[in-house]
């Protein structure tokens, strides 16, 4: 849809958002309530989206479950309102050349806790990926897009197994179960879940192949090599709870609830170990030491004029905190503790990122590994970060509310 169009003589299109393989997601300002919201407009005229407002409805009132505004008919393409968020899980990776070890299990929790969220409410997702969990205000991750989703307690029993299921969901981080047509359920979406952590951390997924998207061939090539991957292969390099944590997860019968709990406990035992006690997130830790350079920067300048002579103190200007990415989002949370990080050696076997060394000491692991000398966020070219951060403060209108 054009820009500036008023869709419903209510939403005003301001941009375009994203684009899936069931619908366009735009930017709109709603002109009766005066703020900028998510419209997503089915392409395929199946009335998709329709059938994703209903489930949305039914799961209202999570913590990062989008709010649903409204829905409706445009012609023959049907649409939904929801709250606007922010970038998703991979854009913020790619930015910030990945995340580190702390910031990935900080995620996960969350994930998780959306997971169990959702399968509490009857759904089960069936296309978890790093592009379905939003940045939304204050931090939270939302998880978005039930285009597939379905329910799988009817009248109070858990669906029936069934086989030879066409599959659903995204090739990469689809289950075993769903490339061999088993009917998914709960032990799925945690099964993908375990791919995107993996994802997360190395950066890439051992069978991310360059064929096309939905080609046939992809999910059999993709298929051939999830099934002859070792546990330990897809997990070289990772902290060992995360490996046993997929190996509960595969252990799951097929109507069986999985033990959110215990795996919750796994990655406490993690952020022990590695004595992770921050709860801030990469992007904040950067928004914050920016914010202090950019202090310094004005209190040298103010220094200056006044060795200068000059009686008039010089403003700390907006356009002095120039690059303070996101900082509308939400105010800071308390500086729980320091963000020094030590080197470290790892095995980096598949497109590791980097950034992800940061607080993580495998020194066992450490024989064949490479040395990667980085003290987060100093490695990272500032400039570019805050470009890139930048971008991103576009699609950020958290304050315009
Ligand atoms: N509420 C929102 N606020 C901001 N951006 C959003 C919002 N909802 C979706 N997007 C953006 O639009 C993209 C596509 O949205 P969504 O996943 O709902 O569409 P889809 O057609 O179902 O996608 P897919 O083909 O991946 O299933 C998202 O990855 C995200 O970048």
């Given at each position: 849809m054009e820009k500036n169009t008023i869709v419903n003589d209510r939403y005003k299109i301001l941009g375009q958002l994203g684009k899936g393989g069931f619908g366009q997601v735009y930017k709109v300002h709603d002109l009766v309530k005066k703020i900028n919201l998510a419209m997503k407009v089915d392409?395929?005229?199946?009335g998709s989206t329709l059938v994703e407002s209903s489930i949305l409805q039914d799961i209202q009132g999570g913590e990062g479950i989008p709010k649903l505004y409204d829905s409706g008919k445009i012609q023959d393409l049907t649409y939904m309102v929801i709250?606007?968020?922010?970038?998703?899980?991979?854009?913020?990776?790619?930015?910030?050349?990945?995340?580190?070890?702390?910031?990935?299990?900080?995620?996960?929790?969350?994930?998780?806790?959306?997971?169990?969220?959702?399968?509490?409410?009857?759904?089960?997702?069936?296309?978890?990926?790093?592009?379905?969990?939003?940045?939304g205000p204050k931090d939270v991750i939302y998880l978005v897009d039930y285009g597939i989703s379905k329910k799988y307690i009817i009248d109070g029993r858990h669906m029936s197994f069934q086989s030879q299921c066409s599959r659903a969901g995204s090739c990469?981080?689809?289950?075993?179960?769903?490339?061999?047509?088993?009917?998914?359920?709960?032990?799925?979406?945690?099964?993908?879940?375990?791919y995107m952590i993996v994802f997360l951390i190395r950066g890439a997924l051992p069978w991310q192949t360059k064929a096309k998207a939905n080609d046939?061939?992809?999910?059999?090539?993709?298929?051939?090599?999830?099934?002859?991957?070792?546990?330990?292969?897809?997990?070289?390099?990772?902290?060992?709870?995360?490996?046993?944590?997929?190996?509960?997860?595969?252990?799951?019968k097929f109507d069986e609830k999985p033990n959110y709990a215990y795996i919750r406990d796994m990655i406490q035992t993690i952020r022990n170990e590695f004595s992770l006690k921050s709860k801030m997130l990469d992007w904040k830790i950067l928004e914050r030491r920016h914010k202090s350079l950019d202090k310094r920067k004005t209190e040298e300048e103010n220094t200056k004029i006044l060795s200068k002579g000059k009686t008039t103190k010089k403003k700390c200007s907006k356009k002095n905190n120039r690059g303070l990415a996101m900082a509308t989002l939400t105010s800071l949370p308390a500086h729980e503790d320091s963000h020094e990080v030590p080197h470290l050696r790892l095995p980096l076997p598949i497109g590791t990122s980097k950034t992800l060394l940061s607080g993580l000491d495998l020194s066992s692991n450490s024989s064949k590994g490479e040395t990667v000398k980085n003290s987060f966020p100093e490695f990272i070219h500032r400039k570019h970060i805050f470009r890139e951060l930048n971008?991103?403060?576009?699609?950020?209108?958290f304050s315009e509310r």
């Open positions: 392409i395929n005229s199946r709250e606007l968020l922010g970038p998703h899980l991979n854009m913020m990776r790619k930015s910030l050349n990945g995340f580190s070890l702390n910031t990935i299990l900080l995620l996960f929790s969350q994930c998780l806790t959306r997971i169990e969220y959702l399968h509490t409410h009857d759904y089960i997702h069936r296309d978890i990926k790093p592009q379905q969990f939003l940045i990469s981080y689809a289950s075993i179960n769903c490339h061999i047509g088993i009917r998914l359920s709960r032990r799925d979406d945690l099964e993908s879940l375990m046939n061939r992809k999910w059999q090539v993709i298929f051939a090599q999830k099934r002859a991957i070792l546990d330990e292969e897809l997990f070289n390099g990772c902290p060992k709870q995360l490996q046993q944590i997929f190996v509960y997860v595969k252990s799951l971008k991103f403060r576009m699609l950020f209108t």
